[in-house]
T-cell receptor, first 113, second 111 residues
Framework: GAVVSQHPSRVICKSGTSVKIECRSLDFQATTMFWYRQFPKQSLMLMATSNEGSKATYEQGVEKDKFLINHASLTLSTLTVTSAHPEDSSFYIC?????????FGQGTRLTVV | GEDVEQSLFLSVREGDSSVINCTYTDSSSTYLYWYKQEPGAGLQLLTYIFSNMDMKQDQRLTVLLNKKDKHLSLRIADTQTGDSAIYFCAERKGGNNRLAFGKGNQVVVIP
């Protein structure tokens, strides 16, 4: 199967600071990158969709200025949580896709204190 | 909106078979997936089935698709303790390959 590298796996940050999460597809080129958020004991909620070189499309209710997505290449996308607040604490998962196959990173547990 | 529905909890003895069910509402979905999530980890693709198939078997996993009833199931044969996890079904929606996930089904395997 495809190899996806997402890091950091865990991060604790102070309220008001920014955190960058990186997602790489190591052995394939991802035409589309999805970013999901998962609260405890809940399913994945799609935050945004991005294609390489284009601006991301955000789901309703997701602030684009707060969750900055960069998809500069077919193998790398980043999600930056800006001015983080405790309510942003969650599990963030990237999903690079190619064709009909969607793969997932190992997730980043963000805790904002 | 359209939802993917799953039951929430299943307890099964080691060595028995376990069956997880899922219903979806988008008849235009082309691919349906089963993912496994262990605690604190991302999602691992277990298997997928194309919408024109009724069944797919992959080692201990059997996927059944009833397109008429929009019902998807995953059967795990000879369930092992390592199968304890949360299982999500997902359907591919729309032209941008986005996935819609069910709420997940926690499977606990009792030794």
């Amino acid at each position: 199967g495809a190899v996806v590298s997402q890091h950091p796996s865990r991060v604790i940050c102070k309220s008001g600071t920014s955190v960058k999460i990186e997602c790489r597809s190591l052995d394939f080129q991802a035409t589309t990158m999805f970013w999901y958020r998962q609260f405890p004991k809940q399913s994945l909620m799609l935050m945004a969709t991005s294609n390489e070189g284009s601006k991301a499309t955000y789901e309703q209710g997701v602030e684009k200025d707060k969750f900055l997505i960069n998809h500069a290449s077919l193998t790398l996308s980043t999600l930056t949580v800006t001015s983080a607040h405790p309510e942003d604490s969650s599990f963030y998962i990237c999903s690079p896709t190619w064709g009909y196959e969607a793969f997932f990173g190992q997730g980043t547990r963000l805790t904002v204190v | 909106g359209e939802d993917v529905e799953q039951s929430l909890f299943l307890s099964v003895r080691e060595g028995d078979s376990s069956v997880i069910n899922c219903t979806y509402t988008d008849s235009s979905s082309t691919y349906l997936y089963w993912y496994k999530q262990e605690p604190g980890a991302g999602l691992q693709l277990l298997t997928y089935i194309f919408s024109n198939m009724d069944m797919k078997q992959d080692q201990r996993l059997t996927v059944l698709l009833n397109k008429k009833d929009k019902h998807l199931s995953l059967r795990i044969a000879d369930t092992q303790t390592g199968d304890s996890a949360i299982y999500f079904c997902a359907e591919r929606k729309g032209g941008n390959n986005r996935l819609a996930f069910g709420k997940g089904n926690q499977v606990v395997v009792i030794p």
